[in-house]
């Protein structure tokens, strides 16, 4: 076996050493054929020809001349089907000719003997030499369907070799085709089978239309011109003769649920004509008409879409007398509505949240303007103005500005000021809805012949730092239904990792035990000078800890350290400030051993860390001047966001306060958890609770239970749990968990603890002390539910995560 292998390999290795031309065939001539200039005939056209299909050409193009016999001749097959060869001159010389790069080079006839034609091309082969094709004479039979020509001489690659036909059709009935077929055994032919040369048509006409019209139901529209024409032939008195026209007729129908109004007015060609109007049907008499025209434009059509509904579309039928019927499809009904839309085709805009629109703070120069948006009527009147509409973006969106709005309901530009009406959209202090009031601008009146209202528009955005994901515009309004339309996507320029701290209360340089990670989105993106702050929700900070830079990235802090500034806020806080920007990779910056100032008044809960860049928020001091107040960040938000306590400090530079009615900066939710004293055992949950929004049922560890009344988001967007299902899966006793109906009030024991919360309040108290909660206890088919990070903090789970993707909450046991 081995000895074959061996033997294999060995012959292999020889045949790679042959040259591959020595494979190559020694005539390798290829050619493509195809028919230019096919022909259409009318019955009558043909019957006057004598029957003769003429004026095709068939064309070889060489596409490999790979010549290697001293004088090549080929012979090339040409076979008819549904026709022969024309008597005497079946191919003409006159008609033949050779292309060469560009030139061409005419067939001259020069030697007739023993019934074969000589037609040389003069200086049209390789090198300049004659190329000639011998051509038989026939007698013109109904047998003589196939002949076979000589081609002598050489082509170049590239060279078109065109001979003209002069044939006679065998049946010249409507629909009837004659075909020609090429075949060479000296040439490999390509697409050489069945190629259509000739074809009779009956006569008639054809028709079409600049395109369909949109009408909605009861409404009326004026159709586009629409277009009728010989099917074949130059002109219409080809289809009628001077003794029919007297009695011809062009008539056009619509279908049903469509009529003609009073007010159409038809004109032909741009000139008026008589017609008459039977509701869904118009006639004219062709007398009427020029029939030597090679076209009749049709134009003035009115329609009304009397009966058709939405989505039918109207096929208007055209016929002339003699002529078979045709049809087109001129109309399309719509709903009588508004559409919200973006252009498909655009990439959706990708912008950084936490940043200001002058994009302070990164390197990143895009702005920060969405999809151009198109809101518009589908038909003249749709837009109800006497009704308010509302544009709103996502929570923890804000719209700073709208770009270059268009809005024109009367054929002229500037009919109002756009930027204007669109400021006045924003309610007092909310720049996530666009309200706009009604009878905003003039209300379309379809019976002027307006066109359809049309407004377009890009917004410009800014989100805050926890905001990652698309943002959908959404269209409300009783005068409008609901829309969404995707326009534009932000991503975050850094992400920070922290884990949740049990702490017990102390006083002074209580040490958090884990570290706070920093990670920049990209290499390079956080600009020089870019301030970075952490804060604590209730608790100060006592000492700054260290900071440390990955090795890698080659990004700088100023002073290489991390401060505590103890004048900000009323809170002391931790900041660092970039001195240089990463390099090739992207920077990873880890603050450890954070002390904290644990005041003993301090509830037992959990705490969030913020996180965030208040230069990118953009927050600025005049350097000028230290002692002055923050310039407000740019466009419409303005001093809302960004509230005048500001640092003065030289080294921090541009540290503003966040107004957190509208920017969330929360990094970590329950990132310290204070404990009233040490956790027994048996007041540590360990069991992790997935908690499926509308569902009824939850996953306790690794069993899936059963539960009455779902999770589901309330009105003001918050997570409501509920708190039996979940206590007991979290490992309650079901007899621990108590109901007052008299005071509406719920009780939870638990070890040490006792957790009360009370329907319609903002609180829940934890033995006795009160903790703050982010939404009001609430009662659902009688069952009471609480927040997702209230219920987590209330008995002491506060490392919950939320998947906005699959709308499920999980409440991570501790370990």
Sequence with gaps: MKKFLSMVMAAAMVVSLVPATAFAASDDVRATAKVVDAQNYTETEIETANSVASDAELQLTFTTADYTAADFTADIDLTLDNAYFR??????????????????????????????????????????????????????????????????????????????LDTVMDKISKGKTATISVDSDDIRITNGDDLVYASVESKGIKASVK???????????????????????????????????????????????????????????????DFTNDDDEIVIKVSELNRNEDVWKITGLEVEATSAKAGATGLVKISLTGSDTVSVEAIKVVDYNVVMSVDEDEDVPVIYSGVNVDNDGITDDSDHESLEVTIEETFAGAWNNSKDFTLSVPEGVYITAVKSPAFDNDGEDGAFNEEEWFEAAYEEGDYVDLT????????????????????????????DPNFEGDVVLKLTGDAVDEQEVTVAKFVKPFVVEAQQNDMQIDYRNTEIPTSVVIKEAEAGLWDKGTVFTLELDKINFDDEGTIAIDDKSGLEVKDNEVKLDTRTYDNDVIYFTVDSRSDDEAATVTISGLQLYMDRSLPAGAYDLDVYSPTMLGAARDVADPAGTAVAGTGYLG?????????????????????????????????????????????????????PVGESYLISGENKVTIDVPAYINANGYTMLPLRAVAVALGINSNNVLWDQSTRTATIMYGSKIINMTYGQKVVYVNGAMIPATAAVEITNDRMFLGLRDLGNALGVTDITWDGATRTATLNGNK
Excluded at 117 to 122: G, P, V
Excluded at 444 to 457: G, I, M, Q, S
């Design 436 to 463: 706009f009031k009604r009878r905003g601008w003039a209300e379309t009146d379809p019976n002027k012949n307006h066109d359809p209202a049309e407004l377009t528009f890009a917004l410009e955005l800014v989100a």
């Design 87 to 164: 008597a005497g001159t079946s191919l003409k010389a006159g008609d033949m000719y050779v292309k060469v790069d560009g030139s061409v080079y005419a067939g001259e006839e020069t030697a007739t003997a023993n019934g074969i034609r000589t037609i040389t091309f003069t200086d049209a082969g390789l090198d300049g030499a004659d190329v000639v094709l011998k051509v038989p004479s026939v007698a013109g039979q109904n047998d003589a369907d196939e002949i076979t020509v000589t081609l002598e001489g050489k082509l170049d690659r590239g060279a078109v070799l065109a001979i003209g």
């Design 211 to 273: 395109d369909t019209v949109d009408i909605a139901t009861e409404e009326v529209a004026t159709l586009k011109e629409i277009k009728v024409e010989p099917a074949v032939g130059s002109n219409f008195a080809a289809l009628i003769t001077d003794e029919q026209v007297a009695k011809a007729e062009l008539k056009l129908k619509l279908p049903s649920g469509y009529e003609f109004t009073a007010k159409t007015d038809v004109q032909v060609n741009g000139t008026d004509v």
């Design 639 to 691: 001093d809302i966001v960004l509230g005048a306590n500001v640092n003065t400090s030289d080294e921090i530079g541009c540290v503003g306060h966040i107004n957190d009615d509208f920017y969330s900066t929360t990094a970590k939710a329950g990132f310290v958890n204070i404990v009233t004293a040490g956790r027994e055992d048996t007041e540590s949950f360990t069991t992790k609770v997935v908690v």
